[in-house]
């Protein structure tokens, strides 16, 4: 604390000796008010981050402030007015036409039908109409979807022997084919484990939620056993697979790549200690089939990014972690791109501690405006996503560089000005985004780079909605196994198949093809891929009989 003088003191000090004093307490006003400003915003952003929506767009993070910037936002000189034909005529429209007559029946054609007939007796109508005195009329129908819990069949296999009796082959024996099984001596089928997979890894269901909703059902399958039949199914049929989809992932010319946190609990460290699953998928803009891969580490460091690409030539859309911009100086034909969707995060947060009741302190913050520039950009990429890479970039070089190129301008005259907190989230922003501006400009140089990392982020969230739910995994070899497992699911999601039918496909097909050494031809792999076009047609169907 600051020493407190007396009043002799301060009446026998001298003029310059006062004046050090006075300025030694307006350092420490200025510095208390922006800790209290910076703690009041902190304050602010967790209440909003607890109570409010988790958004970035900037009409709904400022409430209503869009109806005040009506006019601006729509203002186009070069749009002539409508004539009064069509003034009328737009109020002339008829109203909003009713429900397509059928449609019920159309949406439910898939789903096997049942018809149940309402009669009336025929002596009941003789007594209202009088005998003779009535006729049937088109019958009146509506529709109702019943459901019915999984049910299960025990398939009881024969399998018929045979010995001889008499001749050259007495006393031999010949027994019918044994049929392919998934693990020896197991009830397992390719369509129980593929619920399993579909409950756990799709549905984010933990195991015992999941056996407890099979007992329900008159099924008791214990958790250890559907974790070994999953862990076993990862490390027997789907690793080959798995394989071969790292390798074509790393065949794009960009990729992108994300981490979160996870807790093994068995992992040879203390309690508490945090290991990561990452997340590579091929360029969301790229013309190449959609992978997406999980790999389990222990740590973040870069040596795993750094071994994973360690042979791949092309542009890395991530984060700003430093561990990508080293892996950029480290591997000759890389290329990191940093997301522009990190870069308005620190702005959004500005605007959300400001509150939607401040409309007017909004509109003139600095993140404000922050946003609406990069509001812009994004504006005018949105309108680029079906164009081929070289007409994107073209229009990108035309359309959105100049608008990156003054927003960077912007950045460095704001911060020259010295007008904002050094400590607050509009701060941080600014200088994230000047720190970050070699790599947010990176997309401006190639037509298949994406504007920001948010493929990675969705790539992750079936993942992080499921760590929730079961919070912790036991082992490493359980995390490497879910880690093979979410990049066949994921990568299937992308490729638009249903997942159950998928994996089941796949665990009908694999025990056939593997050999006894674990291994499979690589040609065969190919045709089993999420993005092959010859999988079987219930791989693509929503729904089934």
Same mark, same amino acid.
């Given at each position: 604390?600051?020493?407190?003088?007396? +009043?002799?003191? !301060?009446?026998?000090?001298?003029?310059?000796?006062?004046? $050090?004093?006075?300025?030694?307490?307006? $350092?420490?006003?200025?510095?208390?008010?922006? $800790?209290?400003?910076?703690?009041?915003? %902190?304050?602010?952003?967790?209440? %909003?981050?607890?109570?409010?929506?988790?958004?970035?767009?900037? @009409?709904?993070?400022?409430?209503?402030?869009?109806?005040?910037?009506?006019?601006?936002?729509?203002?186009?000189?070069?749009?002539?007015?409508?004539?009064?034909?069509?003034?009328?005529?737009?109020?002339?429209?008829?109203?909003?036409?009713?429900?397509?007559?059928?449609?019920?029946?159309?949406? !439910?054609? $898939?789903?096997?039908?049942?018809?149940?007939?309402?009669? /009336?007796?025929?002596?009941? !109508? @003789?007594?209202?109409?009088?005998?003779?005195?009535?006729?049937?009329?088109?019958?009146?129908?509506?529709?109702?979807?019943?459901?019915?819990?999984?049910?299960?069949?025990?398939?009881?296999? /024969?399998?018929?022997?045979?010995?001889?009796?008499?001749?050259?082959?007495?006393?031999?024996?010949?027994?019918?084919?044994?049929?392919?099984?998934?693990?020896?001596?197991?009830?397992?089928?390719?369509?129980?484990?593929?619920? /399993?997979?579909?409950?756990?890894?799709?549905? =984010? #269901? +933990?195991?015992?939620?999941?056996?407890?909703?099979?007992?329900?059902?008159?099924?008791?399958?214990?958790?250890?056993?559907?974790? #070994?039949?999953?862990?076993? =199914?990862?490390?027997?049929?789907? !690793? +080959?697979?798995?394989?071969?989809?790292?390798?074509?992932?790393?065949?794009?010319?960009?990729?992108?790549?994300?981490?979160?946190?996870?807790?093994?609990?068995?992992?040879?460290?203390?309690?508490? =200690?945090?290991?990561?699953?990452?997340?590579?998928?091929?360029?969301?803009? =790229?013309?190449?089939?959609?992978?997406?891969?999980?790999?389990?580490?222990?740590?973040?460091?870069?040596d795993h990014p750094k071994e994973y690409y360690k042979d791949f030539t092309g542009f890395l859309m991530t984060d700003g972690l430093e561990q990508y911009h080293k892996l950029e100086r480290d591997l000759e034909g890389v290329t990191n791109a940093n997301c522009m969707a990190h870069a308005r995060r620190h702005f959004a947060n500005a605007i959300k501690a400001l509150g939607k009741g401040n409309q007017k302190a909004v509109r003139s913050s600095i993140a404000y405006k922050a946003l609406v520039r990069i509001g812009a950009i994004y504006d005018l990429e949105g309108a680029l996503k079906d164009l081929t890479p070289e007409e994107r970039l073209k229009e990108r070089q035309a359309s959105i560089k100049p608008l990156v190129e003054e927003f960077f301008a912007w950045i460095r005259e704001t911060l020259a000005d010295q007008k904002v907190l050094p400590k607050g989230e509009t701060a941080k922003g600014l200088n994230y985004c000047l720190n970050q501006e070699k790599y947010l400009k990176v997309f401006l140089t190639d037509g298949e780079v994406p504007i920001d990392d948010s493929a990675s982020e969705r790539a992750l969230r079936n993942f992080t909605i499921g760590r929730k739910n079961w919070v912790t995994i036991n082992t490493v070899r359980g995390a490497q196994a879910s880690a093979i497992i979410y990049s066949l699911t994921e990568t299937a999601r992308a490729n638009d198949l249903n997942i159950y039918y998928y994996v089941r496909h796949l665990l009908t097909e694999l025990p056939q093809l593997i050999y006894a050494n674990g291994k499979i031809e690589e040609s065969r792999l190919e045709p089993l891929m999420p993005w092959s076009k010859t999988l079987p047609a219930d791989c693509y169907s929503k729904r089934r009989k």
């Open positions: 604390m600051c020493r407190k003088f007396t +009043p002799d003191e !301060l009446n026998t000090m001298d003029h310059e000796s006062k004046n $050090d004093v006075i300025y030694q307490m307006q $350092d420490r006003l200025d510095k208390l008010e922006h $800790d209290y400003e910076n703690l009041m915003e %902190q304050v602010r952003l967790a209440n %909003q981050q607890r109570f409010g929506r988790n958004t970035e767009k900037l @009409d709904e993070i400022a409430g209503q402030l869009s109806f005040f910037n009506e006019a601006e936002a729509n203002c186009n000189e070069n749009v002539p007015e409508p004539t009064i034909e069509e003034t009328i005529a737009c109020a002339m429209k008829p109203p909003r036409k009713r429900r397509k007559k059928g449609q019920r029946e159309e949406d !439910l054609r $898939d789903f096997p039908q049942e018809g149940i007939s309402h009669d /009336v007796a025929a002596e009941e !109508l @003789d007594d209202a109409f009088g005998r003779g005195n009535w006729k049937s009329m088109p019958d009146e129908i509506f529709w109702q979807l019943r459901f019915e819990p999984a049910r299960w069949t025990a398939e009881k296999h /024969v399998i018929k022997v045979y010995v001889g009796t008499g001749g050259l082959h007495q006393d031999e024996f010949l027994r019918g084919d044994h049929p392919a099984t998934l693990f020896k001596g197991s009830i397992a089928t390719p369509s129980l484990e593929a619920a /399993v997979i579909n409950a756990k890894y799709v549905n =984010s #269901n +933990p195991l015992d939620r999941i056996a407890r909703d099979f007992q329900e059902n008159g099924l008791n399958l214990s958790k250890q056993t559907m974790s #070994n039949w999953t862990i076993w =199914s990862a490390e027997r049929y789907f !690793l +080959p697979l798995y394989e071969w989809m790292k390798k074509r992932q790393l065949e794009a010319h960009v990729n992108q790549c994300d981490e979160t946190p996870l807790e093994v609990i068995h992992d040879g460290r203390p309690a508490g =200690s945090k290991s990561y699953m990452w997340v590579h998928l091929t360029g969301e803009l =790229s013309p190449v089939p959609k992978i997406i891969i999980y790999e389990y580490q222990k740590t973040r460091h870069s």
